[in-house]
């Protein structure tokens, strides 16, 4: 099992930028999928974008020229830098560690972080 931590969650303006960090313990890093998905209220929850062990990166259109994904696997570590926010980016977004798989088909069969809150005021 994997101990997944988000960080750098915030309030911004729309137009702003924000970056979140997960940090990973618990197991080896370096052999696994990392991602980020989020939850809106009174929306499921959606993936945002997603990382292979070697870096090849996927993400979802809404989100596609705003948002990057990378890894630091000497630190454990992914991050989400997050420009040009807009209001409809408000949400918890959540650390995910699992298949590429099952972050590309929307879901992730692994583990979880419990959450950092985005907030965007327009």
């Known amino acids: 099992q994997v101990q997944l931590v988000e960080s750098g969650g915030g309030s911004v303006q729309a137009g702003g930028s924000l970056r979140l960090s997960c940090t990973a313990s618990?197991?080896?890093?370096?052999?696994?999928?990392m991602g980020w998905f989020r939850r809106a209220p009174g929306k499921e929850r959606e993936f945002v974008a997603a990382t292979t062990w070697s870096g090849i990166t996927y993400y979802a259109d809404s989100v596609k020229g705003r948002f990057t994904i990378s890894r630091d696997n000497a630190k454990n570590t992914v991050y989400l830098e997050m420009n040009s926010l807009k209001p409809e980016d408000a949400a918890v977004y959540y650390c995910a560690s699992g298949t590429i798989a099952s972050m590309r088909g929307g879901y992730n069969d692994g583990s979880w972080g419990r959450g950092t809150q985005v907030t965007v005021s327009s």
């Open positions: 618990g197991r080896t890093f370096s052999s696994y999928a």
